[in-house]
């Protein structure tokens, strides 16, 4: 407990000269890896997110974590997200592994309780993000999405079904009956 308040000038040295590398090695490789990297997140995207600013806390504050160490540790999470990220583009059922498909929530006039309560989503919720898109009233929305990213995309009244935008969207049973 002697240490609590401060535990010398070699620490805050370390510190003030391991950050700015660890931070400046982070920034380079994440433009390496491309924007991908920092796109808007699905879960595995999240997942690397938190890795990696976990991974720049411990180098930065643990003294037994060499800088090389840190550096390698980027370099995997990094080369692992790519290579996740390249493959899912290319083979379906990687793709269907990592992430999820969108879910449709809300389809001419009607909520889909089913597909609500499968991703967690309120009356209330949906409420709040069409008014955040300036609708006033549901009449004229067609959809509501539940994106992979966990946004709520709002579809105006569909005119023209010819090369829609929602193919991949996951339709309920439910749908149908409508």
């Not at 790519?82 to 583009?89: A, G, N, P, Q, R």
């Not at 955040?132 to 105006?156: C, H, P, V, Y």
């Amino acid at each position: 407990m002697e240490n609590i308040w401060f535990d010398g000038w070699d620490n805050i040295l370390r510190i003030i000269c391991v950050i700015p590398l660890a931070y400046v090695t982070m920034i380079i490789l994440l433009r390496v890896s491309g924007k991908r990297t920092l796109s808007k997140m699905n879960a595995f995207d999240f997942v690397v997110t938190i890795a990696l600013g976990s991974i720049l806390a411990n180098v930065a504050v643990n003294q037994n974590i060499p800088i090389a160490d840190g550096v390698i540790a980027f370099l995997i999470f990094i080369g692992f997200q790519y290579v996740f990220t390249w493959l899912s583009v290319r083979i379906k059922f990687f793709k269907a592994l990592i992430t999820s498909k969108p879910s449709l929530i809300f389809y001419k006039g009607n909520f889909i309780h089913r597909a609500m309560k499968k991703e967690r989503i309120a009356v209330e919720e949906i409420y709040s993000a069409t008014r955040q898109k300036g609708f006033s009233s549901l009449n004229g929305i067609d959809m509501i999405i539940f994106e992979t990213t966990g946004e709520i995309a709002i579809i105006e009244k569909v005119t023209n079904r010819e090369n829609t935008t929602f193919e991949d969207v996951e339709m309920s049973s439910q749908v149908n009956r409508i």
